[in-house]
């Protein structure tokens, strides 16, 4: 009998954490102290002010600063801040949100949108919080939609500046971190207008409050008051009536207005300007999917170390009860978790690898730019969705004892909540993503003569009635390629698992565009109708799509690692994140002849045995996660469960020796 693999903790955290590991361990480092543990109680007025003392205490510790330049006491490091910002959610997330707020979303814009002569008035202000900042884009009346904003900046020659207004009810700007009591100032976004033109929307630097806290003349707003989640965060409403900014506020790096109105760009087309005005801020994605990966890994590490040591119930030893994990139903609830955390731990440090190449200027071209746009848009939809089902596991795996406060799940999960909508609805941008992969798809076609494009569709068709038939199924080819294996060892293939997986992703895209051909060639109205049929289409292809780049991003870190142990284990946990993603698909497997339904039932039963395999490896795969108690700080992750089973199991064995002890009613029976 083959000894079981032993796996280096540190290795994987090294492949965990990635190229920012010493930030991260940095930033976990002064995130134990006790100064960042928030009390478990307290009225909003109480959270709001922790969250905001912690805040100073980030720029004493000098974590504020990374991404900025170093003129500015930063140090140019886009990857590693976001790195460390995402470590912040181990403290809290509250903490972690107005910390974006102020130097993600204020100051990056001012960073960002702004040129130099903005940087040194308002950036050391932002840094220092000197400044404290909101970022007022969303509008009661429009979220997503940005390019709908009502607000309006309109321009006077005359006195050369912009007055701002906000003309109904609707316009407000709302949901605002900071804007309901912190904030002195925000980047107000609105529709600019010049000399009767409108040039869409821009951004503007708008002093809002005096030092002593008090709305300036012309602003006003609303406090939203407690939320669900994240009540360490001041949000608010705000509104402007006729309020007057110099023309200098106007953040000008993709447009300007001159003194006596005259409107530039160095982008000619208003669409383009818009969307790399908004492309430049996509770093808030990117945290939010590093973020809600983090806290997907402490719920499981709180959840795994509880389930190593609380007993239920006795199973083959009458006197000793059975530890949860050791029931596969408790392995089968956590351990395609946490395989799924993993594997969008490693598709995120891809996207922070593409987010710092674009924004250190590595490679800044449109391709990059675009494609980072896209994966942060699907990585981000899909890491907050899995972390939202992954704490509320974690929280019934832990029965009673995880619905208590003092264990973190369920406050993380009510936190994490509204991460859904943060910087996009998620529904909306997947249906971003799977525009983009239409227009790659539809790129493909662009060289090709017509003669072409119509083989390659008759083949398609082929293609299409074979599966649909069930003439040809994946089946066959599995057994192919290891044509002596079990078939549960076929479908751990990693071949296998790739050309499931794949194929499903590039079937769903050329059907989709299948279907929104003739929507080029229809009035608008019949086109956003045709479209709106196939919604439900463009939000499934787009999962497919960002499960396909995790799966291989997954199966490129399996192959970094050099220990033959680690490995091993690894690739087991990789081959459970793929089948589990086969067999949340199985009906489109057999729908269209992927797999035969022989295979399809192995499914279910191969991952069974590959929980067994994993079960040894529980705890080491969580403690490569790299969080301690002060991170967890949640009673059940420690070993006050075990000291309890010990207690009860030796009252237990006295009880048994005692000859005082009563019998028990069935021996009686007996």
């Known amino acids: 009998m083959s000894e079981e693999p032993r796996i280096d903790i540190r290795a994987i955290g090294d492949l965990l954490d990635g190229t920012w590991k010493d930030v991260r361990r940095q930033t976990r480092e002064v995130l134990a102290g006790q100064e960042f543990h928030p009390p478990l109680d307290g009225t909003v007025a109480d959270k709001r002010a922790w969250t905001l003392g912690r805040l100073h205490a980030l720029v004493e510790h000098g974590t504020a600063a990374r991404a900025f330049p170093a003129e500015f006491g930063g140090h140019d490091d886009n990857g590693g801040n976001l790195a460390g910002f995402e470590e912040l959610v181990a403290a809290d997330p509250s903490l972690q949100i107005k910390g974006g707020v102020q130097w993600g979303l204020f100051g990056g814009a001012i960073l960002h949108l702004g040129t130099a002569e903005h940087h040194r008035r308002w950036l ?302 998620n529904t909306v941008l997947l249906q971003l993503v799977a525009k983009r992969l239409l227009a790659d798809y539809s790129k493909e076609f662009r060289n090709i003569d017509a003669g072409g494009v119509a083989r390659f569709i008759a083949t398609q068709a082929a293609e299409f009635t074979l599966h649909r038939s069930g003439l040809r199924n994946l089946g066959e080819s599995v057994a192919d390629a290891i044509p002596t294996a079990p078939i549960g060892l076929r479908l751990r293939a990693v071949e296998a698992q790739t050309e499931l997986i794949a194929s499903r992703a590039q079937t769903m895209v050329a059907e989709l565009a299948r279907n929104l051909r003739p929507a080029a060639k229809l009035p608008r109205a019949e086109a956003a109708a045709l479209f709106d049929r196939n919604q439900h289409e463009l939000i499934e292809t787009a999962r497919a799509h960002v499960e396909l780049r995790q799966w291989r991003l997954f199966c490129d870190a399996v192959e970094r690692v050099q220990d033959p142990g680690t490995r091993k284990v690894l690739a087991r946990l990789r081959d459970l994140f793929g089948l589990t993603l086969i067999e949340e ?31 040894p490896h529980a705890l080491d795969l969580v403690e490569a996660f790299g969080y301690g108690p002060g991170h967890r700080r949640a009673p059940i992750a420690t070993d006050a469960e075990r000291v309890r089973q010990r207690e009860a199991w030796e009252w237990q064995r006295r009880r048994r020796a005692s000859r005082d002890q009563p019998r028990e009613e069935k021996h009686l029976r007996r």
């Open 124 to 425: 050391p202000g932002a840094i220092s919080l000197e400044i404290p900042g909101a970022f007022a884009m969303t509008e009661t009346g429009h979220g997503s939609d940005v390019a709908s904003l009502a607000t309006v900046a309109k321009y006077d020659p005359q006195t050369e500046e912009f007055e701002i207004t906000t003309p109904f009810r609707a316009a407000w700007k709302d949901y605002l971190g900071n804007a309901a009591q912190d904030a002195r100032a925000a980047v107000v976004f609105a529709q600019l207008e010049t000399l009767g033109v409108r040039h869409g929307v821009h951004a503007f630097f708008v002093p809002i409050r005096d030092d002593n806290g008090a709305f300036l003349p012309g602003i006003g707003g609303e406090d939203d008051g407690p939320k669900g989640g994240l009540n360490g965060v001041d949000n608010g409403r705000l509104h402007f009536d006729h309020v007057r900014v110099p023309r200098t506020n106007l953040l000008n790096r993709y447009g300007d207005v001159a003194p006596d109105g005259t409107y530039s760009s160095p982008i000619a087309s208003p669409g383009r300007r818009f969307f790399t005005m908004l492309g430049t801020l996509v770093q808030g994605r990117v945290s939010l999917d590093g973020a809600a990966v983090t806290a997907a890994k402490l719920g499981l590490d709180i959840a795994i170390r509880y389930g190593l040591q609380r007993r239920q119930f006795s199973g083959s030893d009458e006197h000793r009860e059975t530890v949860l994990l050791d029931y596969q139903r408790h392995q089968r609830r956590l351990f395609p978790l946490l395989a799924k955390t993993y594997a969008a731990q490693f598709a995120h440090e891809q996207l922070l690898t593409e987010f710092d190449r674009v924004f250190s200027g590595t490679d800044d071209s449109d391709e990059a730019r675009q494609l980072l746009e896209t994966e942060a848009a699907g990585f981000k939809a899909l890491s907050t969705w899995q972390a939202l089902d992954t704490l509320q596991e974690c929280r019934e795996a832990c029965g009673g004892q995880g619905f208590l406060a003092e264990n973190r799940i369920t406050g993380l999960r009510a936190d994490l909540d509204v991460y859904a909508t943060f910087e996009g609805d």
């Open 585 to 615: 698909h199985i009906g489109w497997h057999l729908m269209y002849g992927r797999l035969s339904m022989k295979r399809a039932r192995e499914v279910g039963p191969t991952i069974e045995r590959l929980l067994v395999k994993l079960r």
